[in-house]
Each structure stands twice: as C-alpha cells, then as structure tokens.
C-alpha cells in the first residue's frame, strides 16, 4: 500500500464548549496479490510505527478551586467581581499557576474590602446616631411650636420666633445642643402661660368688680358717658355756695385707656414754646392800666392771631400716675368785633394756677387744647372741672372730642343752654365762683383734645362802635377741679411665647465606595492528533513490515482526543481513507470509543463500545474511498 494515499481524521469545530471525545475505526484490508511493504501510515521518510496528523483544540482551563473560594470570599465582602477577556497561556500548568497568583490578588482586595466594610459600619452607625439626634431635635421643636400654637388659639399669645443653632447638619453634639435649647424654651412657655392665667383670674375678679361697680353705676349718677366710661356721682351741695357746692360731687372713669388729672393749669415751671404764627410777647399785669380788677397774672401777651395758629404750653400738670402734662394750644375761632382796634389777648394763671385769658376786641375766641406727654404722645385726660364767672350775657362752651357729656349745668347756675350746647349767662353779674352755682358749671370729660370758645356780650361795645371792655375766662386750676375716681377696667394680661426654628436635614458621611476586582480564564491550545497504524490479524502492528497474499491486514485510525472545556462545539467528527483499490480487498469497519463518552442526559459510553449505532460510513469500491462520520444528533449530546 501507497502511504501517500491521502488519510484524514477530520475534526470540525464552531466556538462554545466542548466535551470530551475520543474515537478509533479500523479499516479491515485482504492482501490481493504481490508483496507489498506495510509501511502505510508514514507522510515523510520516516519509518516509525505510530505516526500523528497535528492540529490544534483550544481549551478554556476551568477556575481552580482556590480562586473560586477567592471569587466567592470576595463577593461576599462586597467586592464587585467581573469576568474579563480569557488570557492565552502555554499549557494547563501555566494556567493553574495564574488562577493562583490570580486568588492570591483577590485575597488581598478582599481584606482590604473587609477594612472598609469595617469602616463604613462605624459611617453607618454615626450616620443612624445623626439621624436619630435629628429626628429627636426635630421632635422637640414641633412640640414646642405645637403648644405654642395652641396656647395661641386659645390665648390670642402673640409669638416671636427664635432661632436655634442646630449646627450644620453634621453634629449630633449639636443637635443635642438644640434640643436642649428647644426644650428650655418650651419650660419656659409653660410658665408664661402658667403666670398668664394666674394673672388672668386676677384681672377678671377685679374686672368683675369693676363690672360690678359700672352696673350700679350707671343706675346711681347725675350725668354719665357710658362709652367713655365716664359717671358723675354725688349732690351737690345745696346749702353752700361758692366752690363748697360743688364739693360732694365725684366725677368717676372706669376707662383703662384716660388718665385722671392730679393737677392741671398753670404751673410755676410752665413755659410757651413751639410759637406758631402768632406774636408772642412778655406782660407785667401790675403796670398795665387797662387790666383791672381781676386777680388773674397774666405773663404773656399774644397778638396777629390768625385761626390755625398754635403755641405750647409746657408743663400745664400732671396725671394721677405721675405723667407730665403739655398742651398744645390752636386758635380754632378768632372773629374781630370792630376793625377799629387791634385784637390781642392775654394769657398766664389765675390765683390757683388755673389758665386765665384776657381778650380784647374778640366776638369770640375758641381755643382747642391737645394734652401730650413729654414725647409728644396724645394724653387721654380726665378733667372734672368748675368754670366760673360766665355772666353779663356772655356765652362759654366746653366740647370733648369724642364725648358726649362735656359738662353738668346745675340748678341754680342761671346758665341757660343753647342749641349748640353753649351756656350763656343773662341777666346777672358774679365775681369768679364766690357767687357759685350761679354763674359756674362742672366741665366734664375724658379726651385727648378739649375745645372752649367764649363769646363776648354786647356790652363791650359802645354806640361809636369802640371796645370799652376785655372778657376774662378761667380753664382748669386746682381750687376749682372736682375730685376724680380711677376705678379702671384692667386690661387684659399680655401672653408672649416663643416658637423655635427647626433643624436642618442632617448632611450624612458617605459610605466608602466597595472595591471591583477582576479575573479571567486561561486558554491554552492543546495538538489534536489522529494516529494511523497497520495491525495483522493477531493485532500485532506491522507498519514497515510485510504482509503476505491472502493476509487479512487492520487498518486503524485512532481519532483526535477532543477534550472537553474546549472553547469551540463539535459539530463534525468523521474519518477518510483511500483503499489501494489494486492490492487491497475491503472487508469491513469497526468504531469504537477510546476513552469514557458522558452525554448530555447522564449517559456514559464506556470505553471500548461500539458505535455504530452513532455513525454512518460509505465505501466506494471504484475509488477505494471510505468515509464515516458520527452523526450530527449524536455528537449534540455529547
């Protein structure tokens, strides 16, 4: 036989994993005739009885155990673990020696991992402590501002708002801090509203009192102005006369908001200033022929009047609480009689420091006082008060902003009321109170501002149309005030509370970031070969040797050793032989399996079997060509 006659053990591969397979045929020959020199299976010179065809399986070596546990050690830990690119080595030991230095890598990124994992349970703990101060701080403020919110629905508290330091967001000492702050504040609105409802009942017992005290009242008084809180009690004093008549009578206020007069006229410290318009000069009474017969001292002479002009006059009293008086006094009514003469009047202080005015040349002459403290507030006064020595058909009207009393006329005064709630004095001539009730009547009120106009009577002019008279009147003085009760209504007690800020969302450390590692397969390249050999009917190889006429020769083929973790899937495995169709006489084939085959399904072929049942071969006896191949279905299982 020729050994250049082409014999093939082919093997046909397409990339996945493969499993391990190793099969033979042998090819049964009859010598026909000749002698022919076994010597078949040999491509080169050489004489050797086993030849190999060489080719190549790559094979992807399975993770060892140890770095299987390092992948896995490394996993659990939390290092994220990916596979990269398989790597190509020289042999399976190459390959196993990496996979150890590869698990060796991985066991150092895992106790580095088990080192942050350490550290970002102390993160994580800090972290919860934060939050839990957090929410804790955050508790406490929204209580504090619950009961601050209540206390307000049900008190009217009014609220300021304080901030509180919390830190920022970081801290949990700071937190803390806060919260201690938060419950603090809370204590102490606890005790103002405590005190405010201790204050409370007081208020509303003595209110009631005062209530009480308003309902008799208003059904015992001579005159009243119920929305000023203003009653007028007592009698008057019918068999007196002078200021003794007026000496039982009180003038009561229950308004929390007016201030009873302690004193009021002209005081020895009482000055003008703020001089508006008018021309404001000093006057010596004592040297002065045209004013006579009065007892009035009058400091200052006030002329080029014009309505709207004003002055201030300093110091005119004091409050029963001790609160200075001023008064800001405007012409309000200035109508010359005659043009024949300047008007002008006189004013300073009666001889119980009551204001006096003098005038000169006026048909009439309002004043309007506005009572300020010394900071130029408006003073709500009470002022109970006699004016005297209206007469001689002059007319005096008193005018409260706001009231509606203004004043009590009483029996006996001579005072006859007019249409505009002015009195007018006719028919009679008194001297100041000595004559009193006639000629007097009790001003009374409780306003910031009070309005008097005077009206000159016909006799001070004669019949060439010139002034032959002044008019004097006198306002407040302290020989001339009634007295005055202070039984106030007390304003409610004030409640103040405080609400708090909230805290910010606490700013949590970040946990470490966990590692990555990687591995990769090793693949190495593994020959497979196909061994041809001559065999004699004992099984003896003769390859080089002689097989006589008529011999029986074997023809064997042992097929490459496809092993399993091959990187690609068998798809074809077969074997071709080209019979020297002169010399050789086909008998037959056998197929068998060299090594264990495990199916897919469990199923192990045990070495040695037949497998025929798995393959389909052809023989051409023209050609002398002989193929067989393992059928597709077959190699799918393997």
């Given at each position: 036989?020729?050994?250049?006659?082409?014999?093939?053990?082919?093997?046909?591969?397409?990339?996945?994993?493969?499993?391990?397979?190793?099969?033979?045929?042998?090819?049964?020959?009859?010598?026909?005739?000749g002698?022919?020199?076994?010597?078949?299976?040999?491509?080169?010179?050489?004489?050797?009885s086993?030849?190999?065809?060489?080719?190549?399986?790559?094979?992807v070596?399975?993770?060892?155990?140890?770095?299987?546990?390092?992948?896995?050690?490394?996993?659990?830990?939390g290092?994220?673990?990916?596979?990269?690119?398989?790597?190509?080595?020289?042999?399976?030991?190459?390959?196993?020696?990496?996979?150890?230095?590869?698990?060796e890598?991985?066991?150092a990124?895992?106790?580095?991992?088990?080192q942050?994992?350490?550290?970002?349970?102390?993160?994580?703990?800090?972290?919860?402590?934060?939050?839990?101060?957090?929410?804790?701080?955050?508790?406490?403020a929204?209580?504090?501002?619950?009961?601050?919110?209540?206390?307000?629905?049900?008190?009217?508290?009014?609220?300021?708002?304080?901030?509180?330091?919390?830190?920022d967001?970081?801290?949990?000492?700071?937190?803390?801090?806060?919260?201690?702050?938060?419950?603090?504040?809370?204590?102490?609105?606890?005790q103002?509203?405590?005190?405010?409802?201790?204050?409370?009942?007081e208020?509303?017992?003595?209110?009631?009192?005062?209530?009480?005290?308003?309902?008799?009242?208003?059904?015992?008084?001579?005159?009243?102005?119920?929305?000023?809180?203003?009653?007028?009690?007592?009698?008057?004093d019918?068999?007196?006369?002078?200021?003794?008549?007026?000496k039982?009578?009180?003038?009561?206020?229950?308004?929390?908001?007016?201030?009873?007069?302690?004193?009021?006229?002209?005081?020895?410290?009482?000055?003008?200033s703020?001089?508006?318009?008018?021309?404001?000069?000093?006057?010596?009474?004592?040297?002065?022929?045209?004013?006579?017969?009065?007892?009035s001292?009058f400091?200052?002479?006030?002329?080029e009047?014009?309505?709207?002009?004003?002055?201030?006059l300093?110091?005119?009293g004091?409050?029963?609480?001790?609160?200075n008086?001023?008064?800001?006094?405007?012409?309000?009514?200035a109508?010359?009689?005659?043009?024949?003469?300047?008007?002008?009047?006189?004013?300073?202080?009666?001889?119980?420091n009551?204001?006096?005015?003098?005038?000169?040349?006026?048909?009439?002459?309002?004043?309007?006082f506005?009572?300020?403290?010394?900071?130029?507030?408006?003073?709500?006064?009470?002022?109970?008060?006699?004016?005297?020595?209206?007469?001689?058909?002059?007319?005096?009207?008193?005018?409260?902003?706001?009231?509606?009393?203004?004043?009590?006329?009483?029996?006996?005064?001579?005072?006859?009321?007019?249409?505009?709630?002015?009195?007018?004095?006719?028919?009679?001539?008194?001297?100041?109170?000595?004559?009193?009730p006639?000629?007097t009547?009790?001003?009374?009120?409780?306003s910031?501002?009070?309005?008097?106009?005077?009206?000159?009577?016909?006799?001070v002019?004669?019949?060439?149309?010139?002034?032959?008279?002044y008019?004097?009147?006198?306002?407040?003085?302290?020989t001339?005030?009634?007295?005055?009760e202070?039984?106030?209504?007390?304003?409610?007690?004030?409640l103040?509370?405080?609400?708090v800020?909230?805290?910010?969302?606490?700013?949590?450390?970040?946990?470490?970031?966990?590692?990555?590692?990687?591995?990769?397969?090793?693949?190495?390249?593994?020959?497979?070969?196909?061994?041809?050999?001559?065999l004699?009917?004992?099984?003896?190889?003769?390859?080089?040797?002689e097989?006589?006429i008529?011999?029986?020769?074997?023809?064997?083929?042992?097929?490459?050793?496809?092993?399993?973790?091959?990187?690609?899937?068998?798809?074809?495995?077969?074997?071709?032989?080209?019979?020297?169709?002169?010399?050789?006489?086909y008998?037959?084939?056998?197929i068998y399996?060299?090594?264990?085959?495990?199916?897919?399904?469990?199923?192990?072929?045990?070495?040695?079997?037949?497998?025929?049942?798995?393959?389909?071969?052809?023989?051409?006896?023209?050609?002398?060509?002989?193929?067989?191949?393992?059928?597709?279905?077959?190699?799918?299982?393997?």
């Amino acid at each position: 036989m020729n050994q250049k006659e082409i014999l093939n053990g082919h093997g046909f591969f397409r990339k996945s994993k493969a499993y391990g397979l190793i099969c033979g045929i042998a090819l049964g020959a009859a010598f026909l005739g000749g002698q022919v020199n076994a010597d078949e299976v040999t491509t080169t010179d050489d004489t050797t009885s086993a030849i190999e065809q060489v080719a190549s399986q790559t094979i992807v070596e399975p993770v060892s155990d140890e770095l299987n546990t390092a992948i896995s050690n490394a996993e659990d830990a939390g290092v994220t673990v990916s596979q990269t690119t398989s790597e190509t080595v020289v042999n399976q030991e190459e390959a196993q020696a990496d996979y150890a230095t590869q698990a060796e890598s991985l066991e150092a990124v895992t106790a580095q991992q088990e080192q942050i994992n350490t550290e970002n349970a102390q993160i994580t703990a800090d972290n919860q402590a934060l939050n839990e101060a957090y929410e804790s701080a955050k508790a406490q403020a929204e209580s504090t501002n619950q009961a601050v919110s209540e206390a307000q629905s049900t008190y009217g508290a009014t609220v300021t708002e304080t901030t509180i330091d919390y830190g920022d967001g970081t801290s949990m000492v700071d937190y803390q801090a806060g919260q201690a702050q938060a419950e603090k504040i809370a204590k102490a609105n606890e005790q103002a509203v405590s005190d405010y409802l201790a204050k409370k009942a007081e208020v509303d017992a003595y209110n009631a009192q005062v209530k009480a005290r308003e309902d008799a009242l208003k059904n015992n008084n001579i005159a009243s102005d119920e929305a000023n809180y203003l009653y007028v009690i007592g009698e008057f004093d019918t068999s007196a006369t002078g200021l003794d008549y007026y000496k039982n009578i009180k003038v009561v206020t229950l308004d929390p908001d007016a201030k009873a007069a302690q004193s009021l006229g002209w005081q020895d410290n009482t000055t003008i200033s703020n001089i508006n318009g008018v021309t404001v000069t000093s006057h010596d009474t004592a040297n002065d022929p045209a004013i006579y017969g009065t007892t009035s001292d009058f400091l200052y002479k006030i002329t080029e009047t014009t309505v709207g002009d004003s002055f201030t006059l300093n110091n005119v009293g004091t409050a029963k609480d001790g609160t200075n008086i001023n008064a800001i006094v405007t012409i309000t009514k200035a109508s010359s009689l005659t043009d024949k003469e300047d008007s002008w009047f006189l004013i300073g202080k009666t001889a119980d420091n009551g204001v006096a005015v003098d005038y000169w040349n006026y048909d009439n002459l309002e004043l309007t006082f506005l009572f300020v403290d010394d900071n130029g507030n408006a003073i709500k006064m009470v002022v109970a008060s006699v004016v005297g020595d209206v007469d001689n058909d002059q007319t005096s009207k008193i005018e409260f902003d706001g009231n509606t009393l203004n004043y009590v006329n009483p029996d006996g005064s001579g005072l006859i009321a007019n249409a505009d709630k002015s009195l007018t004095g006719l028919g009679f001539a008194v001297d100041g109170y000595q004559d009193a009730p006639q000629g007097t009547y009790l001003m009374v009120g409780s306003s910031t501002t009070v309005t008097y106009k005077h009206t000159s009577d016909d006799n001070v002019v004669d019949s060439n149309g010139n002034i032959v008279n002044y008019i004097e009147f006198d306002l407040f003085g302290t020989t001339s005030m009634v007295e005055t009760e202070e039984f106030k209504y007390l304003p409610d007690p004030t409640l103040t509370l405080t609400s708090v800020s909230l805290p910010s969302s606490p700013v949590e450390t970040p946990l470490k970031d966990n590692l990555t590692a990687t591995y990769h397969l090793n693949e190495y390249d593994v020959a497979l070969t196909t061994v041809k050999d001559v065999l004699n009917s004992q099984g003896i190889s003769i390859d080089g040797g002689e097989l006589q006429i008529g011999e029986t020769g074997h023809y064997t083929l042992e097929g490459a050793k496809v092993l399993a973790n091959g990187k690609d899937t068998l798809v074809k495995y077969d074997f071709e032989d080209y019979l020297d169709i002169e010399h050789d006489e086909y008998q037959g084939y056998s197929i068998y399996a060299f090594v264990p085959i495990t199916l897919k399904d469990g199923t192990v072929i045990q070495s040695g079997e037949d497998l025929k049942a798995y393959a389909q071969a052809v023989y051409d006896d023209v050609t002398g060509h002989f193929y067989v191949s393992l059928n597709s279905d077959f190699l799918a299982q393997v």
